[in-house]
């Protein structure tokens, strides 16, 4: 483990000066040009050869002594629409956008295991494949076309990390099988002929519709789905009226479905358009339902998994085997093509405020934590060629 050690202490600084710098100049999902610029030019100057991927993804290559297998690392790099408060010395200099889920952390650690193993091609028994991937926080996502692109032509298996403010800095955590939820969306218009609030008998009563369907979404997981079968449903947006005495002609309703079935997603949405057509049809509106699917649910593959618990325990970096979560991934997509695991990394310090949730204003990280990411990946390369 020496060596290991020693690799992630001469390449941290520059891991830390790659995350502020990226941290500083966030960019949002489909906008990413400035940040993947950034990234070519660290790979460009460290003498890695890549191309540009997709949209705004860029992919890079070490060969090895052994070609006929490569190893594949991911990491993303788009940042958020919220507007990051005072405080930090690498703030966002872009006005209402923020790294506020670690996305800067993920391409740092990345952009720093691929000059690690540049630097040291002794190492390099197989391909190593680094994908830096564009929009993940914005569905239909950049892992889709990028894969559509080629990024895992050749790829054999691949892992890629998130961090968590719920695991304490220094310990990382993965789960088998079955672990983040599919995310879906619904939009549901209902619309009609608006009228006078003293005399809605005149008119069509699109308000009521909304709130009564509503009130029925909100029944369909404890009316129709299993326990067994974890889901959730959420109406998160509603929109209508301009004035506090005019029913208005339309009103918008948008929510989203996390599951981890492809059964209990089709029955929630086909309860969705029921209870659409139903509300509309007592309140004598019109309705439009429209589903968008959109990153499937993320199931590890119990052979990369057991590779990333064995290297933490060799490398003395504490694990645990974390519960399942609906929140929605698009690396889910690449464990569609190929055997992997997606895992976690604890940023967790109250000492320094680092406490809060993912895509809060007030989302912080301890950086040590990068050293923590470093170690594993290149654990993970080593372990599976045989080197540790």
Same mark, same amino acid.
């Given at each position: 483990?020496?060596?290991?050690?020693?690799?992630?202490?001469?390449?941290?600084?520059?891991?830390?000066?790659?995350?502020?710098?990226?941290?500083?100049?966030?960019?949002?999902?489909?906008?990413?040009?400035?940040?993947?610029?950034?990234?070519?030019?660290?790979?460009?100057?460290?003498?890695?050869?890549?191309?540009?991927?997709?949209?705004?993804?860029?992919?890079?290559? @070490?060969?090895?002594?052994?070609?006929?297998?490569?190893?594949?690392?991911?990491?993303?790099?788009?940042? =958020?629409?919220?507007?990051?408060?005072?405080? @930090?010395?690498?703030?966002?200099?872009?006005?209402?956008?923020?790294?506020?889920?670690?996305?800067?952390?993920?391409? &740092?650690?990345?952009?720093?295991?691929?000059?690690? @193993?540049?630097?040291?091609?002794? @190492?390099?028994?197989?391909?190593?494949?680094?994908?830096?991937?564009?929009?993940?926080? =914005?569905?239909?996502?950049?892992?889709?076309?990028?894969?559509?692109?080629?990024?895992?032509?050749?790829?054999?298996?691949?892992?890629?990390?998130?961090?968590?403010?719920?695991?304490?800095?220094?310990?990382?955590?993965?789960?088998?099988?079955?672990?983040?939820?599919?995310?879906?969306?619904?939009?549901?218009?209902? &619309?009609?002929?608006?009228?006078?609030?003293?005399?809605?008998?005149?008119?069509?009563?699109?308000?009521?519709?909304?709130?009564?369907?509503?009130?029925?979404? *909100?029944?369909?997981?404890?009316?129709?789905? &299993?326990?067994?079968?974890?889901?959730?449903? &959420?109406?998160?947006?509603? /929109?209508?009226?301009?004035?506090?005495?005019?029913?208005?002609?339309? #009103?918008?309703?948008?929510?989203? #479905?996390?599951?981890?079935?492809?059964?209990?997603?089709? =029955?929630?949405?086909?309860?969705?358009?029921?209870?659409?057509? /139903?509300?509309?049809?007592?309140?004598?509106?019109?309705?439009?339902?429209?589903?968008?699917?959109?990153?499937?649910?993320?199931?590890?593959?119990?052979?990369?998994?057991?590779?990333?618990?064995?290297?933490?325990?060799?490398?003395?970096?504490?694990?645990?085997?974390?519960?399942?979560?609906? #929140?929605?991934?698009?690396?889910?997509?690449?464990?569609?093509?190929?055997?992997?695991?997606?895992?976690?990394?604890?940023?967790? *310090?109250?000492?320094?405020?680092?406490?809060?949730? =993912?895509?809060?204003?007030?989302?912080?990280?301890?950086?040590?934590?990068?050293?923590?990411?470093?170690?594993?990946?290149?654990?993970?390369?080593?372990?599976?060629?045989?080197?540790?």
């Amino acid at each position: 483990m020496d060596l290991i050690d020693r690799c992630v202490s001469e390449e941290i600084e520059n891991t830390i000066k790659f995350r502020r710098y990226i941290h500083r100049h966030p960019c949002l999902s489909f906008h990413e040009e400035e940040t993947r610029d950034y990234i070519c030019s660290q790979l460009e100057a460290a003498g890695i050869e890549y191309r540009i991927c997709g949209l705004n993804g860029v992919v890079a290559r @070490l060969k090895g002594a052994d070609s006929s297998r490569c190893i594949a690392f991911r990491g993303d790099f788009d940042a =958020l629409p919220i507007q990051e408060p005072e405080g @930090l010395e690498y703030r966002s200099e872009n006005p209402g956008v923020m790294h506020a889920c670690g996305h800067d952390f993920h391409a &740092s650690a990345l952009l720093s295991f691929a000059r690690i @193993l540049k630097q040291h091609p002794e @190492l390099l028994k197989c391909d190593a494949q680094f994908i830096f991937q564009y929009a993940e926080e =914005l569905p239909p996502g950049g892992a889709g076309p990028m894969i559509e692109d080629g990024c895992l032509d050749g790829v054999t298996e691949i892992y890629g990390f998130h961090v968590s403010e719920e695991l304490p800095v220094g310990t990382a955590g993965v789960r088998h099988g079955k672990y983040m939820a599919a995310s879906d969306a619904f939009f549901i218009d209902f &619309s009609g002929q608006g009228g006078h609030g003293s005399r809605p008998y005149e008119a069509m009563d699109t308000v009521s519709a909304a709130a009564s369907a509503i009130t029925q979404i *909100n029944a369909v997981m404890s009316r129709f789905v &299993s326990p067994i079968n974890n889901a959730v449903i &959420s109406v998160c947006k509603i /929109h209508g009226g301009e004035t506090y005495n005019i029913i208005p002609e339309t #009103v918008k309703m948008e929510g989203t #479905v996390r599951t981890y079935e492809p059964e209990t997603a089709k =029955l929630i949405f086909s309860k969705i358009k029921e209870i659409a057509a /139903h509300c509309a049809a007592i309140y004598g509106v019109r309705e439009n339902v429209d589903i968008q699917y959109g990153y499937p649910p993320v199931v590890n593959h119990d052979a990369p998994v057991d590779t990333v618990i064995a290297v933490s325990e060799q490398l003395n970096i504490p694990i645990s085997e974390i519960p399942p979560t609906p #929140v929605g991934e698009d690396f889910a997509r690449y464990l569609q093509k190929v055997p992997g695991a997606f895992f976690r990394v604890g940023i967790r *310090n109250e000492d320094i405020g680092a406490v809060y949730p =993912l895509h809060n204003k007030m989302f912080r990280l301890d950086e040590s934590a990068l050293s923590v990411a470093l170690k594993l990946y290149l654990g993970i390369y080593l372990k599976e060629t045989h080197q540790i």
